[in-house]
């Protein structure tokens, strides 16, 4: 089964998927949204605030929650959905890239219970 990541551009969308389902791991926050149209393309957005750190800092975290959810999107997203992944201060940075991983994975777990 090959799945489409398409990345979110457009600020309307991350405004939608801010009043959807929410869940916060030790090295991010996920909010997820059913779009509830019939394509089969799974969106997913990254953001960092300046409350993560400066520049250096922020581009490092999302380098980091990219690269977690290219590996693992793919098996546990569900398609029709949108994905944003937040940066945390201090934590997204530098947590260890394997914790990462599972976060994501038991943050998928919830938001889809």
Known sequence: ???CLVTITERADFIAASRAKRWGVKGFMIQARNRM???DTIRIGYTCSKKVGNAVAR????RRLREIARLGLGTRARP?????LIGKRDVTATREF????GDLKYAL???HE
């Open 109 to 111: 777990k919830k938001v």
């Open 37 to 39: 149209d019939d394509t």
């Open 80 to 84: 029709g959905w949108d994905y944003v």
């Open 98 to 101: 394997t914790d990462l991983q």
């Open 1 to 3: 089964v090959s799945v």
């Open 59 to 62: 581009n490092r975290a999302k």
